[in-house]
């Protein structure tokens, strides 16, 4: 190598198209001795100083005044740690150049983020400050295999992508740097010059925090600690704990008085987590906090998978608002998009001037209903950065569970497609092998390294064992969504009771086949959006019909085989539907007692009803958990069954679906004696007529093929819970 470079690679590297900027920049042995080069635009004077003496070994000369220097230093001959002495405008820095330092990424991670089998990507790649050779700094590295260059730009280089080429390794198709005085706080982008030639400006996909919209930077942070799963927390997510979740956006689900401006994590933690304590929920599941561009996606089409939005305080902010749920006793869900992305030109789409994330063909690639990218599952370094994702949310912050969105438009090729609108799989078939594969490993890799955490599918169609392990064929999610349920019974409630009769099936079809998943009954988001109505707007009738028939469609869920999941409103009967840009309505709360506070007080008593009782929920997936004892009643629309626990105590649960109170309603039952209501959704307390039962004793009448019965008044519109004396 000559001593000073020649002017085609002073401009290849001043253009950015110099392929191996570290084989130009730094220090290196020549034939001309110990040459350092340095590309410093704008300044006007460089040395070169010692670090272990402060002395100054040599200026360097500019080679070209765009801010080439370069220069051999007398009298040495092997490398030593040095600093660069640079005047811009007048002004010394004295500064350490990021060429002098060797390669970050080490061989087994590239192994391992190549063959996408990285259990934490996010501790290689992204920026993470650091401490190198005694010099404080950042270290970028970013996945971009078909960029010609890539650029770290920020506050730390004027965002300059002259300044800070990266090291490209091309074994893995990662681009590294140390940036020293790159510190905390300060914002950042990745400039690549892509496949084509042009010019685009990126965040960073493993950004632990980014700016708040409409701005798009990235901002350094370190990576926060990791955060051990407690055995309580552990034991509430169990097959056989009492489930009942809260789910919130937390844009609106109170907001200041003027309603324009949303509450911080802070005043979350210290207003919604005593709120959701309170009314009984053992779990909070928030709507995408990932960063996104768009306040009207709700979330649901992210760019930023592993930041915190800014929307309401920093990443730490929000660490807090977790440990304040938890130290409440409340768990904390995350509802988690990998099944799509939006195409900001800033984000994952055409990252290096090709389809890295997505596929390339829209009918892989694209979705029609939402206007998003598709991921592109059988890339395993895609699939590992989604991954490793899921993971960082339960380590990092202690997510406990993940929510996973959308999971049918994930496995199969043809999901909302028509003919041609899809490419069939290596076998012919519409299931997306790379996606059921990504979903396996993913809880797989929740199970074996996060023990404890759960994940729920919103899975739409009957595709078999989603919540059954991978080794026996399943997906190896822990619970599902089930939305057969909520979709028969909301059509059963809108029905004026005196059709119910023709349409009895659709309470009793669900256990049919509930014992085909792990099943949570969701009341979520989506069905009080889009024209559909609130819950409390569907039910028929007057406002008194109204009320009553909600406060016993609530009675029948809490009831029923499953886990529980409401939507933010619901609880107190919001009358509106919900909108993601006011508060709720609180005010409906506000003043005499009214039937939204008789709701609000009802479903905080089935949630704590249902937590006291094992036999609501012990044997959730347990055929020996349930027995109908009225199945068949069509004409009084009346139902009653059996919840039962493992030492076969049992809870019976009465419904009347007429406002038409049955006196004298008899039904057979299997342990004779005293019976009494531990819940009554017609109770006065709740604004019901308040038609209660005294103490109950059943009778040695023979009825539904059982010796022994109970003869009470089922009130109308109501669902009784009764439990034996003693039990």
């Keep these: 190598m000559s001593e000073l470079p020649d002017r085609q690679a002073i401009n290849a590297i001043i253009a950015g198209h110099y392929a191996d900027p570290f084989a130009l920049l730094g220090m290196h042995q020549t034939e001309a001795g110990l040459e350092v080069r340095a590309l410093l635009p704008d300044a006007s004077e460089v040395w070169v100083i010692e670090t272990s003496t402060g002395r100054q070994c040599v200026q360097l000369k500019c080679l070209d005044s765009r801010g080439f220097f370069s220069a051999v230093v007398p009298r040495r001959k092997n490398p030593f740690r040095y600093q660069l002495a640079v005047i811009w405008h007048g002004e010394q820095n004295l500064i350490d150049d990021a060429y002098r330092f060797g390669p970050l990424l080490a061989e087994l991670d590239s192994w391992l983020l190549s063959e ?15 401490v190198i050779d005694g010099v404080t700094g950042t270290r970028f590295s970013v996945w971009a295999p078909n960029a010609q260059r890539v650029s770290v730009v920020g506050e730390f280089n004027y965002w300059d992508g002259r300044r800070h080429p990266m090291r490209f390794r091309r074994e893995s198709g990662m681009w590294e740097l140390f940036v020293p005085a790159a510190r905390p706080g300060q914002m950042y982008k990745f400039e690549i010059i892509d496949l084509h030639g042009q010019l ?8 632990f925090e980014a700016q708040m919209r409409p701005e798009t930077a990235s901002m350094i942070c370190s990576l926060p600690p990791k955060v051990e799963m407690a055995p309580e927390r552990k034991a509430a997510n169990a097959f056989d704990a009492p489930i009942s979740i809260y789910e919130v956006h937390l844009g609106s689900w109170r907001r200041h008085t003027d309603n324009h401006f949303w509450l911080s994590y802070k005043e979350l933690a210290e207003q919604l987590v005593p709120y959701v304590k309170e009314m009984g929920f053992t779990h909070i599941e928030l709507m995408p906090i990932n960063e996104h561009p768009f306040d009207g996606s709700w979330g649901y089409q992210p760019l930023g998978m592993y930041a915190p939005t800014r929307r309401f305080g920093t990443r730490d902010d929000f660490r807090d608002f977790i440990a304040a749920a938890h130290d409440a006793g409340l768990n904390v869900l995350l509802d988690w998009v990998p099944g799509h992305f939006p195409s900001d030109e800033f984000g994952l789409a055409n990252f290096d001037g090709t389809q890295l994330y997505e596929h390339g063909d829209p009918r892989e690639g694209y979705h029609q209903d939402w206007n998003t990218l598709i991921y592109n599952f059988g890339r395993r370094e895609v699939s590992n950065f989604l991954a490793g994702n899921a993971l960082y949310w339960m380590e990092r912050f202690g997510i406990d569970g993940l929510r996973v969105d959308a999971v049918a438009s994930m496995i199969y090729r ?87 009769r023709y349409h009895h099936n659709l309470m009793t079809f669900g256990l049919l086949y509930n014992y085909t998943e792990n099943f949570v009954l969701p009341l979520s988001h989506d069905e009080v959006v889009h024209g559909k109505r609130s819950i409390l707007d569907r039910m028929p009738g007057d406002a008194w019909q109204k009320f009553a028939n909600l406060r016993a469609y609530y009675g029948w869920m809490w009831g029923f085989p499953g886990k529980k999941l409401l939507f933010m409103g619901n609880e107190f009967a919001q009358g509106r539907e919900w909108n993601h840009d006011t508060s709720l309505d609180w005010h409906l709360l506000e003043g005499e007692d009214n039937w939204h506070n008789g709701v609000q007080r009802l479903v905080r008593d089935l949630n704590l009803t249902y937590r006291h009782h094992k036999p609501m929920h012990q044997l959730d997936f347990d055929g020996n958990g349930f027995e109908w004892l009225v199945v068949d009643d069509h004409e009084n629309s009346v139902f009653a069954f059996i919840r039962r626990d493992l030492e076969g105590n049992e809870v019976i649960v009465v419904a009347n679906f007429t406002p038409v109170p049955r006196h004298d309603y008899r039904f057979g039952i299997n342990q004779p004696g005293s019976w009494r209501e531990i819940l009554n959704t017609d109770a006065g307390h709740y604004h019901g007529s308040n038609l209660t039962n005294g103490l109950l004793h059943s009778q040695p009448v023979a009825s539904h093929q059982r010796a022994h019965s109970l003869s009470l008044t089922i009130p109308p519109l109501s669902t009784l819970w009764l439990i034996r004396e003693g039990a």
């Design 116 to 130: 996408g089998t990285h259990l934490r990507p996010y501790e290689t790649l992204g920026a993470h400050a650091d």
């Design 414 to 500: 043809d999901y909302s497609r028509r003919t041609g609108e899809w490419i069939p799989n290596a076998y012919g078939g519409r299931e997306n092998l790379e996606a059921i594969s990504f979903l396996r490993y993913t809880n797989r890799t929740l199970g074996h390294a996060a023990p404890g955490s759960i994940t729920i599918a919103e899975e739409s169609t009957d595709y078999p064992g989603v919540s059954r392990p991978p080794e026996s064929g399943g997906l190896g999610f822990w619970f599902k969504w089930n939305l057969g349920w909520m979709h028969d019974t909301l059509d059963y409630m809108k029905l004026d009771p005196v059709h119910r």
């Design 200 to 207: 685009r400006l990126k965040a960073d996909p493993y950004a």
